[in-house]
């Protein structure tokens, strides 16, 4: 008899099992996915996936891949290893996905269109090509809470200064009690720049600094620069932008 409801045990345990693996990555899409992720083209199962499409806080992606890591259920939230394609190149990252819905990740690794990260970017006419390099990022309510790493702008272009492109920038960016802090320096541009960009709890942003052209400024920035004001006894010219996203 106890032999037997070993053998009944093992059957179901061994049913449940593939089922589990062989659970569809649409289901458990509709179940698990927070409602700011959007997904179409959903193939494979939970364990390995693919999306053909998608989108989250207004950035749009392609060819999404995922592989589960199972032992995060020990930890009350679903992990994996994810790949996705943007109009600038290939993101991939450790993803964790928490009871509260935020998701962490982890290694965050990729480039995409600056004006695609978040439509208030965009809608200050400001463009380029975002590099990133994350140690760690929280997404809560599609917008970020925890950030360190560092992030590397290309081909700025932003009308506050003109059509002409700025050139490379580059932002350290951690967190401290108020929220996450980016300090901003160029990296090969054509104006030189210091600035600190502060993403507070509330949703608020703030970016001050200062900004001081360079001997091979185009004259149509340089003349842009004059804008912001009296430069100080340095040439550099304070600045700052502020809103809420």
Known sequence: MAGRKRLILLGAATFLLGALLMFPARVAVSWFVPDTVNLSGVTGTVWTGRAAQGAANGMYFTDLSWSFKPLSLLKARLAFDAAIRTSAGRIESYAAIGVTGAVTLKDLNGSLVLSAVHPAIQANGV??????????????????SEATGV???GNLTTQAFGQDALGNFSANVTTDDNGIVALVEDAG????????????????YLFTGYVSPKPDTPAVIEQNLRFLGSADSDGRRQFRFEGSL
């Open 127 to 144: 463009d380029g090509t975002l590099m990133v390099q994350m140690e760690h990022l929280v997404l809560s309510d599609g917008l970020p």
């Open 151 to 153: 992030l590397s702008l």
């Open 189 to 204: 541009a054509v104006i030189g720049i210091e600035g600190t960009v502060s993403l507070k709890n509330d949703r608020s």
